[in-house]
């Protein structure tokens, strides 16, 4: 068994998963902090304008972001260049 070949293999998978979580995990603190879902005790009586509130701010913009672009980037990477792209007009 080829353990470099397999690793070769699923590295980029792998690294897009490691994407979509990290993405996924900054918004879920986000929506604990702003949006008080999922039920989080210390975070019951958070100020918004205190330096977590802000925080919880850019968490849930910046995790949303994150998941959607990897979401959007593993797609362009599996659905590959396309009918109109610089590949297909040169016939490779």
């Given at each position: ?11 980029p ?41 802000i ?38």
């Open positions: 068994m080829n353990f470099e070949a397999i690793g070769a293999a699923w590295a998978r792998l690294l897009s998963i490691l994407r979509i979580m990290a993405g996924l995990m900054l918004m879920e603190h986000g929506t604990a902090k702003l949006l008080k879902f999922p039920a989080v005790p210390t975070m019951a009586n958070l100020d918004l304008s205190s330096m977590p509130g925080a919880g701010f850019f968490e849930l913009i910046g995790g949303e972001l994150a998941a959607l672009y990897c979401f959007a980037f593993l797609y362009l990477a599996a659905a590959g260049p396309g009918p109109w792209s610089l590949d297909a007009q040169r016939g490779k």
